[in-house]
């Protein structure tokens, strides 16, 4: 098992920033893949960016390219999720996943992720 806790998560208005992070309670963190999951009240969970171990290569969804950026701080066994003009519809619960991997797998099933963190909500009100 890999315990992952995320943090950020708010209510802000619609063009405003927010930043999440995510802790990963494993020695092995800087050899995993990491990546960020949404879920909007409703629907089902959906990917958001993942980053390789070494984070030379990151991935995003189209509806977030060019707003999101992700990064990790191995030193810090952290992954961050910067979220830039916020819009209504990036209304989710935010969860943190990693892989076993370290890469991510856009083919696989959840990208190639085995552990979840619980999540950490965004409102985005107009």
């Known amino acids: 098992q890999v315990p992952l806790v995320e943090s950020g998560g708010g209510l802000v208005q619609a063009g405003d920033s927010l930043r999440l992070a995510c802790v990963a309670s494993?020695?092995?963190?800087?050899?995993?893949?990491m990546a960020w999951f949404r879920q909007a009240p409703g629907k089902d969970r959906e990917f958001v960016a993942a980053i390789s171990w070494s984070a030379g290569n990151t991935y995003f969804a189209d509806s977030v390219k060019g707003r999101f950026a992700i990064w990790r701080d191995n030193a810090k066994n952290s992954v961050y999720l910067q979220m830039n003009s916020l819009k209504l519809e990036d209304t989710a619960v935010y969860f943190c996943a990693a892989s076993d991997e370290s890469s991510y797998q856009p083919g696989a099933k959840d990208y190639g992720m085995n552990y979840w963190g619980k999540g950490t909500l965004v409102t985005v009100s107009s």
């Open positions: 494993t020695r092995t963190f800087s050899t995993r893949a």
